[in-house]
């Protein structure tokens, strides 16, 4: 089928924009493929009611607009190549036009007039059908229930390597657009059909000319970007987007000759790439494919907004973060303490016990003993109903000066992110990433806390044999570890990593905590420990981040730092689960037991039984209402319009004395209209009317040092 014909086997685009707020309500318009009409024409559009783009395909494929439909906004001034590659060190375009006389906007009745570039992969056609997963999930364990993969649509343009160029190289650039959410994904898929080898040298996955975001004549210093989330799954060392992020490059458009800023500075060209290499040698009949990167389009610069969308989105691509097992931390991995750990578990409800760093789990080992005793304990922990796994550390140790990464600057190791880190592409890189694998398929084992997860280290090495040299050693290194992470995520094992892998298959990451101040007064742990989930929800839903309970001493502080016995200090102790399980968030509670006297007891099951009780919107997303600071009461709203229960506020008190007080809580991401109902623990309901920007103000009456809760619904239903 020629370009004409497929094109004319599409529904000619008809704009549907949705009006509906996409975070409060279900959006009915899917993600679709069309014809593209009048001066767009011959052409793709590829929308889903939130966000558009278009695609012109002759001369060559090039995209011609990049709309939010919610605000009715515009994002695209110029037309770009659709990405860049250098393959052998020779600089190509993929598609793109040329000739547009003004770089400040685009008019529709220039582009007749644009020309194709002569050495550019030249589109020579497309396809389209739904969405396709990169990896398996198994799903074994309680979650939101997201659909994987996330539904949409997919849309291929092929190309093919100009006759200046590799022969018998063929090239797609890969979008998915997905239902219901403004989030776009691309991709490059390189496939060689020559006969001789080509060296990915590097790549640009993404190239958009945006338009101005601010106006600087002179030089500032910082700038402010368009009104996007930008990030891809190579990502590494960091605990949030931002300092994960490696791949996004604001740069300035030297082609933008009208722009204000005086030196032509302002960084208006979006590329995605990574920041060194690939480097990669493809061999005649192998493909490449790249990382994909993902183009969030907010629609507000409220932080909270901007927060809820980046969830949404993390949500929606990764959905296992929505799992989130209680769990416990035990110091010994000997039998008698796993299994005395895993009773006291399944006695008050946990779901999980880790052998912790520290305890003596070696998850590298390859002797038959300790594979069986493991085993053992994975059988006898499932039939408690209790998932086993537990620590290992792969960063941050040293292995030897040949198997370590070596600095390219010194040639000697010691240089990497984390001081001295092994080389995943040397000897006992492989060979760790084997046995890790072959060990947790022979022991039955459900968790995998990966500390030190790669950190994006680069390796001037020549003799590993899982790189070449510099050039390839950061994406081998990468394709390593996300391969043992998409493996685990197709059978279940939970993954805790203290990094940003979850676009690969990660569940959890730090919520944001210095460690050493679990050896602080106990007192300063809880209020510290509140302001951390609150600081930490704005990017991440609250199953995203764990937090941490020293039940016995940890890094210092003595008997003031520490809650064991735990009898002793159980109010503590209760402020601990209390806040976190009302959060939604789930703690590594790190010691021999979790509870040492029938009270104790009581207390733990309690707060699971609450926590399991409200699962649902707990698991949901955050509004930040007031952040501890100890000078008076902080408050979480959790809100979920699509469950019975939309709200539930939870408030605490740090105070010495009372607090007699009224509250407002901003209702508008409950989806309640008019009238909410209210009531306060398990006490009485009462109605209460929205007023005209969605709030609602209830009464606290609270004692010293409490917490109390509001559940909310919608007296409409």
Not at 171 to 184: A, F, K, Q, T
Request: proline fraction near 7%.
């Amino acid at each position: 089928m020629d370009l004409g014909q497929a094109l004319a086997a599409l529904p000619a685009h008809e704009p549907a924009p949705n009006r509906l707020d996409w975070l409060v309500h279900d959006i009915d318009t899917r993600a679709t493929v069309s014809r593209a009409k009048g001066a767009q024409a011959p052409g793709l559009v590829l929308s889903n009611g939130l966000l558009r783009r278009v695609f012109r395909l002759a001369p060559d494929a090039a995209t011609i607009a990049f709309d939010n439909l919610r605000t009715d906004t515009g994002l695209l001034r110029a037309v770009s190549p659709e990405a860049r590659i250098t393959l052998d060190g020779q600089a190509y375009d993929v598609g793109g036009l040329l000739g547009q006389p003004e770089f400040a906007y685009l008019r529709p009745e220039w582009l007749p007039d644009m020309t194709a570039a002569p050495a550019a992969f030249h589109c020579t056609g497309f396809d389209h059908g739904p969405t396709q997963a990169p990896f398996a999930w198994k799903r074994k364990r309680y979650s939101a229930g997201g659909a994987w993969p996330a539904p949409g649509v997919r849309l291929t343009l092929h190309f093919e390597s100009p006759s200046t160029g590799p022969h018998g190289l063929a090239l797609d650039v890969v979008y998915e657009l997905y239902d219901g959410i403004p989030v776009l994904c691309k991709w490059l898929e390189l496939r060689n059909g020559g006969s001789t080898p080509v060296r990915v040298d590097s790549f640009s996955a993404e190239v958009l000319a945006l338009v101005d975001h601010e106006t600087s004549v002179g030089e500032p210093n910082h700038w402010s970007y368009p009104l996007l989330h930008v990030e891809s799954d190579y990502a590494f060392h960091g605990m949030g987007p931002a300092d994960a992020d490696v791949t996004t490059c604001w740069l300035a458009d030297p082609r933008y000759t009208s722009q204000v800023n005086y030196l032509l500075a302002a960084p208006l060209l979006l590329e995605t790439r990574p920041p060194i290499g690939p480097g990669m040698d493809l061999a005649p009949g192998q493909a490449f494919p790249s990382f994909r990167s993902f183009i969030v389009s907010l629609d507000s610069t409220d932080r909270e907004r901007r927060g809820l969308s980046l969830r949404r989105f993390y949500r929606t691509l990764a959905p296992w973060v929505t799992e989130n097992p209680i769990l416990m931390h035990v110091r010994h991995a000997d039998g008698d303490a796993v299994r005395a750990a895993i009773d006291q578990c399944a006695d008050v409800g946990f779901e999980m016990v880790i052998m912790t760093f520290g305890s003596g789990f070696d998850a590298e080992t390859e002797d038959p003993e300790v594979i069986a005793t493991m085993r053992a304990l994975a059988d006898y922990a499932h039939s408690r109903g209790i998932e086993l796994g537990g620590y290992s550390l792969l960063a941050s140790r040293t292995v030897s000066p040949t198997e370590d990464v070596i600095d390219p600057a010194t040639g000697e190791p010691g240089h990497a992110k984390f001081g001295n880190s092994p080389c995943l592409g040397g000897n006992w890189g492989q060979q760790y990433l084997r046995r890790i694998q072959a060990f947790y398929e022979q022991t039955g084992l459900d968790i995998l806390e990966h500390d030190g997860s790669y950190p994006g280290d680069i390796c001037a090495s020549t003799s590993h044999p899982g790189h070449r040299d510099l050039a390839d050693s950061q994406w081998s290194q990468w394709q390593a570890i996300t391969a043992l992470y998409h493996w685990c995520r197709g059978q279940g094992i939970y993954l805790n990593v203290p990094d940003w892998y979850f676009l690969n298959g990660s569940n959890k990451t730090g919520m944001g905590y210095r460690e050493t101040n679990w050896s602080l007064p106990r007192d300063r742990q809880i209020l510290l420990g509140r302001q951390n989930i609150y600081d930490g929800t704005w990017e991440k839903s609250p199953s995203m981040g764990w937090m941490f309970v020293p039940l016995v001493e940890y890094q210092g502080g003595g008997e003031a730092a520490t809650l064991e016995p735990l009898s002793e200090h159980l109010g503590d102790y209760a402020a601990h689960l209390a806040q976190n399980f009302s959060a939604g968030v789930q703690a590594c509670y790190r010691g021999p037991r979790l509870f040492d006297s029938e009270a104790t007891r009581a207390v733990v099951a309690r707060w699971v039984a609450f926590y399991k009780e409200h699962r649902d919107i707990l698991d949901s997303d955050v509004i930040h209402v007031r952040r501890p600071d100890a000078r008076g009461i902080d408050c979480l709203l959790h809100v979920n319009p699509r469950l019975p229960i939309r709200g539930l506020a939870v408030v605490h008190n740090p105070l010495d004395e009372p607090v007699y007080q009224r509250l407002r809580l901003p209702l508008y991401y409950t989806g309640i209209e008019r009238v909410a109902r209210v009531r306060e623990r398990v006490g009485d309901a009462a109605c209460h009317w929205l007023t005209r920007d969605h709030t609602i103000t209830v009464n606290l009456s609270m004692e010293p040092h409490s917490m109390t809760w509001f559940v909310i619904e919608d007296a409409a239903t």
